[in-house]
């Protein structure tokens, strides 16, 4: 059984930074892309920042110059570093991996989901 458990999330002033992490648990033989998605009050879920195995990486461009994704491997990890929070970054931030590898193969995973909120 896999896990995606995020934490970090919070109550930030406009500008301030937060640092969400996602750890993934499990019998687990490879993790591929993880990526980080967003989903606001009456909106559809959205993509925000997604980093492959090797490193790179891609942002929407609502958050570029203030998000910065990165993944440590070796703890099957990943983190979004959020700086110069706005109003409109409040939402539920969910993990994911669309491709994390066990005994039963590749599937699809998600965290349970983040609160950040920024509000004065």
């Known amino acids: 059984q896999v896990q995606l458990v995020e934490s970090g999330g919070g109550l930030v002033q406009p500008g301030g930074s937060l640092r969400l992490s996602c750890a993934a648990s499990g019998s687990i033989f490879s993790i591929g892309a993880m990526g980080w998605y967003r989903q606001a009050p009456g909106k559809e879920r959205e993509l925000v920042a997604r980093?492959?195995?090797?490193?790179?990486?891609n942002y929407a461009d609502s958050v570029k110059g203030r998000f910065t994704i990165s993944r440590d491997n070796a703890k099957n990890t990943v983190y979004l570093q959020m700086n110069s929070l706005k109003p409109e970054d409040t939402a539920v931030y969910y993990c994911?991996?669309?491709?994390?590898?066990?005994?039963?193969?590749?599937?699809?995973?998600w965290g349970q989901g983040t609160q950040v909120t920024v509000s004065s």
């Open positions: 994911n991996s669309p491709a994390i590898a066990t005994m039963s193969g590749i599937h699809n995973y």
């Open positions: 980093i492959t195995s090797g490193g790179n990486s």
